[in-house]
């Protein structure tokens, strides 16, 4: 269970998330959608201990992730950034090992080898396991970083902007992934994302922000409506229905 | 890997055994203690630089920083010029051993710690504003060193200047025990955080992601690091410049980024470099250089070298 309270965060003195309060629903995928600069990213991170709030409040099971053990937060949530650049020359497979490491603090039993097998087979990266990251497509290389978390296999797991820099192939191959962890192992995800229509297609829950505040939050049908999101993008998107998907036709 | 680690060892006793026996003189109960205590310090003080500098890139997740950035090495130069210009050449500053190496262990330990205050009272600021903010003091005190040299008696300067590199041959025996124990606590206390260290070289974001105590554990390293650069630079002179060419060699010859073969790996490239340039610098040159100079030839070759390589591939 994850809740946020009244939580705010100011750089410099100026605000970028005001009061935002948000209950997310277990088993659902929650896109948070809203234009550049609305704060998406800072609430996602603030929510992943990855930025520290300046106020407020955000519980897991009830109780503050500033209170939390960081290794049994880390069992508990994951998160991963849009820019996974690494330094070190790492194969997928030893990357994928690192998502054991709240469990054996870096040395992994057999149980955990077989965690990261499973990893590697449910993203399909099994023939490729050996090679270098370095020498990987973008699209491989984010279905690494998702095997990581899934052999962290955490509750809940946060991604900002997965789809960044990927072609249409990659992103609804990782969206699809994104809809089996929910469904099959039954995960939380909560993600930021900028196509709207990637967010009606495969989320069950939108939150929308506008100038560090939620403006809007409800299930994809509400949300991805005209009315509404030309209240949050201040610009005309017209809603067709396509073989039963609301898309936004806002190219022209 | 086990192999490569036993060759290293294999190597490092070699050249510690060449160093100790070779042209020993009829009364070796003499020389070979004087020997003994000259390869201790190289050891101690090779294995603590090639560790924290180890660490430091971990930290900073960048494979060509040094400690050296926080200026300690220049904050020495600038205490040992300070004594000479302040209180001449034969004040006790500057002739016992014993009260230089606590004065200047003492004075670097504050620097590190007032810097730490500074940065790490206020969230938001971060290890990088740690190092600018240390790259500036050292410059600082660079010319502040350069300003006294120059008003000092040129006589005084050849005392300044025998201090800016680093020289093994008149360790103090009680300084050299003093700062075993210190190395020894130091290094049992990083233990505890050897099994982060991995996981950290991944980046921030993936650290704490991975349920590392992230400020906790850099904090700590930055503390670790401080003290075994000023025992180390206090004991022998300032030989920082070394850390960043035997991490590098340590990472290209084991090829892993495993901590637990990457620390013992750059420790023992370290001791092989230090005591062969000694070796070198006495038996070859009979001192008529510095093992500074040696290392930073062959350092300087090994990179054209990988450099070469590299451009060919």
Known sequence: MIEVKEVSKAYGGKPVIENVSLKIREGCITSFIGPNGAGKSTLLSMMSRLLQKDSGEVLVDGKDISQWKSTELAKKISILKQSNHINLRLTVRELVSFGRFPYSQGKLTKEDWEKVDEAIAYMDLTDIQHKFLDQLSGGQNQRAFIAMVIAQNTEYIFLDEPLNNLDMKHSVQIMKVLRRLVEELGKTVILVIHDINFASCYSDYIVALKDGRIVREGSTETIIDSDVLEHIYDMDIPIELVNGNRIGVYFK | ?313
């Not at chain 2, 009364?27 to 430091?56: E, H, M, S």
């Not at chain 2, 930290?59 to 220049?74: A, F, Q, Y």
């Not at chain 2, 008003?151 to 025996?173: C, R, T």
């Not at chain 2, 503390?223 to 590098?248: D, Q, R, Y």
């Open chain 2, 1 to 313: 890997m086990k192999l490569k680690l036993t060759l290293l060892a294999v190597a490092a006793a070699l050249v510690i055994a060449a160093f100790l026996f070779i042209d020993l003189p009829h009364n070796w109960d003499y020389a070979l203690p004087r020997r003994f205590k000259k390869v201790l310090a190289i050891t101690l003080t090779g294995g603590a630089i090639a560790y924290a500098t180890l660490i430091f890139q971990t930290m900073t997740n960048n494979r060509i920083l040094t400690p050296n950035v926080i200026g300690l090495d220049s904050l020495y130069m600038l205490i040992q010029t300070f004594v000479i210009f302040a209180f001449g050449v034969v004040s006790l500053p500057s002739t016992n051993q014993g009260v230089n190496f606590t004065l200047t262990v003492g004075i670097m330990m504050l620097f590190v710690g007032l810097l730490y205050k500074l940065i790490f009272k206020r969230e938001g600021n971060n290890l990088f504003f740690l190092l600018l903010i240390g790259l500036v003091m050292g410059t600082m005190f660079g010319s502040m060193s350069t300003f006294m040299q120059v008003l000092i008696d040129p006589n005084d300067f050849l005392i300044v200047q025998g201090k800016m590199f680093a020289s093994f041959n008149n360790v103090n025996e009680d300084l050299l025990l003093i700062s075993v124990l210190i190395l020894a606590a130091v290094a049992l206390y990083a233990m505890r955080f050897s099994k982060y260290l991995d996981a950290l070289s991944l980046g921030k974001e993936h650290a704490v992601n991975l349920g590392i105590p992230y400020n906790f554990v850099v904090k700590n390293l930055l503390v670790i690091v401080a003290i075994l650069i000023a025992v180390s630079t206090a004991l022998v002179g300032p030989i920082t410049f070394l850390g960043l060419l035997v991490v590098n060699l340590a990472y290209q010859f084991m090829r892993t980024y495993r901590h637990r073969i990457l620390i013992p790996g750059a420790m023992l490239i370290s001791i092989i470099a230090l005591v062969g340039g000694q070796l070198i610098v006495e038996r070859v040159f009979t001192f008529e250089t510095t093992v500074s100079v040696i290392i930073n030839f062959i350092g300087g070759a090994y990179f054209l070298y990988l450099l070469l390589r590299e451009s060919k591939a």
